[in-house]
């Protein structure tokens, strides 16, 4: 298999794509631009240092949006990185703004951080990015409440429906604002090179599946994985491998199937900055996308990058219904986006958008 990152396309999204981008984009900006001081430092906190591309497809789109209000977050950081003097040293009594995503809840341990960060800094405003809320455990729904009761200045954006009525249920006491992804800031995007197959399938491979962690797609397939070369430039040409399973028309993969091919390349990519690493992780996410001429996925950001990029794709969910609260949440639905309520559906949608 043979990716030649010279054959890159000309095509440009359509006119309907470019708009909805736009719109996304400016209800984000009118729930959110008076809230946002540029009179004073803020903190830019929660860099989720991982292979989850649609992690950092966020933190990417939110510097992008505050670029716009010519604003330099004064402290930055990842859980693992903060440093709560460091971070007061810099910001003093100004904002704290928390990174956005779909970690609002008990599933994860970012929840927790943020309650730390509440503890540590009670006088502070705190904005949370706009997030997929989702508590397992009533009993730890409730001790979240109450730390973000106690805190007492705290706004949180909610990027669906659902979300949305959880917060206006739970944290009535906060501001709520529904407010689309924060993504969208990253704007049309090319397409890297020319596809190499006909179908390509981002399953999830985390505890978020509902088609368990892929697995029994991957037994559909019945063919060993093979490992590809995704073309990148700068620090780590050469460097980014995917593993996929491949069969006649599909490959199947993960954003968690990329890997760093060798050590030294691993410590370039550790000694770059968050915005660095974001910025590589696009790339690497546009160039996966790319690879199939229609994409089918379980993850949200594969949605959100394919609607950048303009790509025919095919949606399934995960086990709490997030990426489809979340089209049906923000209408009109992209003109390249279709919804599937199986793999199976998902196939024969996909077949058909090949067809045309």
């Known amino acids: 298999m043979t990716i030649d990152n010279k054959a890159a396309s ?10 909805l981008i736009e719109t996304r984009c400016q209800q984000f900006r009118d729930a959110l631009n008076a809230s946002i001081p540029k009179d004073r430092p803020l903190a830019l906190i929660d860099f ?11 933190w990417l ?3 992008r949006y505050l670029a716009e209000l010519g604003i330099t977050p004064a402290y930055q950081c990842s859980m693992e990185s903060y440093n709560a003097s460091a971070m007061r040293d810099c910001i003093g009594d100004g904002l704290i703004l928390m990174s956005g995503g779909g970690s609002f809840g008990d ?5 927790q951080f943020r309650e730390q960060v509440l503890a540590d800094f009670p006088d502070n405003e705190v904005i949370v990015f706009p997030q997929s809320v989702s508590f397992l455990d009533a009993s730890r729904l409730q001790a979240s409440v109450k730390k973000f009761r106690d805190h007492g200045k705290v706004t949180i954006c909610a990027r669906d429906n659902a979300s949305m009525q959880l917060l206006e249920t739970h944290f009535s ?21 020319n596809p190499v197959s006909d179908i ?28 590809i070369l995704l073309p990148m430039s700068g620090a780590l040409e050469n460097g980014v491998n995917l593993k996929v399973s491949v069969a006649q028309g599909i490959l199947l993969t993960d954003w968690y ?60 969910d995960n086990d709490y219904r ?35």
């Open 48 to 58: 989720q240092d991982t292979v989850n591309s649609g992690d950092l497809l966020i």
């Open 107 to 111: 599933r994860y341990i970012y929840q």
């Open 61 to 63: 789109g939110e510097k």
């Open 322 to 356: 997030k990426i489809g609260g979340y089209l049906e949440s923000w209408l009109p639905r992209p003109e390249s986006a279709h919804y599937a309520d199986s793999p199976e559906h998902a196939m024969n949608i996909a077949k058909r958008l090949l067809a045309n």
């Open 257 to 316: 199937q990329v890997s760093l091919n060798g050590q030294a390349v691993m410590d370039r990519y550790q000694r770059m900055s968050f915005d660095q690493k974001a910025e590589t992780q696009l790339q690497w996410a546009k160039s996966i996308l790319g690879l199939g001429k229609v994409v089918i996925t379980d993850r949200l950001h594969g949605h959100i990058l394919s609607t950048l990029m303009d790509i025919p794709h095919v949606i399934l």
């Open 10 to 19: 000309n095509r440009q999204v359509s006119e309907q794509t470019a708009q």
């Open 173 to 193: 006491f906060c501001k709520c604002f529904k407010v689309p992804d924060a993504a969208n800031f990253l704007g049309a995007q090319a397409p890297l090179h």
């Open 200 to 227: 390509l399938w981002i399953c999830r491979t985390d505890k978020e599946s509902l088609y368990n962690q892929g697995h029994g797609i991957r037994e559909r397939i019945q063919e060993p994985e093979k490992t």
